[in-house]
Structures are given as structure tokens and as C-alpha cells.
């Protein structure tokens, strides 16, 4: 079993910024690839971006600039470093990760509980 913990989310001023950081541990023979999604209140989940384990990123195009996304490949750690906030990012911050499952290997998709951004204006 693989399990995915977030952490650094909280209440942040218009302009200000945030690191979020999500380690997966458990089970992994291998990463794929982390990434980050958002779900603002009553709206649908969005992504944000992508890094795979060689440090390819993929962001979505409105994410690109004050959204940063690095990996700790040691620490099997993502980070989601997120400058000039506005209060429309205020959401839940889900970590995805695309991994394999050690002894029986498998391939898994793991979401975090989230963490909750909080932008005041």
C-alpha cells in the first residue's frame, strides 16, 4: 500500500506565498510521476501540473509562472511552491502520484487527503 501525506497548506494574504509538500511512502519500487490538482469550493477538481521523476514538468497553461512544481526523488517528495496568491486559489490541494507497487509489482494511482489553501484579500 502506498500513501500519500500533504502538508504546508493554511491561511495566506492576497500576494503572498506557499510551499505545499506531499511524501509518499509505503510500498514503491518506482515513481512515474507527481503532480498537483485543486478543487475550489463547488467547483470541479483542476489540474495544476506534472514532474515526472527526471524532472519533466507539465503545467496546466493558466498554472504556468506563479506555480512551481520540484521533486525530491530521495524523499519521494513532490513540492508545489505557489507565489502572488489571489483569494480565487483559495481550494483544496490534492498530490497525485503514479507509482509502482513493490513484490507483487503493479501499477498504481494514489491521491492525497489534501490540504487546505486558505487566500485572504
Known amino acids: 500500500q502506498v500513501q500519500l501525506v500533504e502538508s504546508g497548506g493554511g491561511l495566506v494574504q492576497a500576494g503572498g506565498s506557499l510551499r505545499l509538500s506531499c511524501a509518499a511512502s509505503?510500498?514503491?519500487?518506482?515513481?512515474?510521476?507527481m503532480g498537483w490538482y485543486r478543487q475550489a469550493p463547488g467547483k470541479q477538481r483542476e489540474f495544476i501540473g506534472t514532474i515526472s521523476s527526471s524532472g519533466t514538468t507539465n503545467y496546466a497553461n493558466s498554472m504556468k509562472g506563479p506555480f512551481t512544481i520540484s521533486i525530491d526523488n530521495a524523499k519521494n517528495t513532490v513540492y508545489l511552491q505557489m507565489n502572488s496568491l489571489k483569494p480565487e486559489d483559495t481550494a483544496v490541494y490534492y498530490c497525485n502520484a503514479a507509482v509502482v507497487v513493490a513484490a507483487p509489482y503493479r501499477y498504481q494511482e494514489v491521491w492525497g487527503q489534501g490540504t487546505l489553501v486558505t487566500v485572504s484579500s
Open positions: 509505503g510500498s514503491i519500487f518506482s515513481i512515474n510521476a
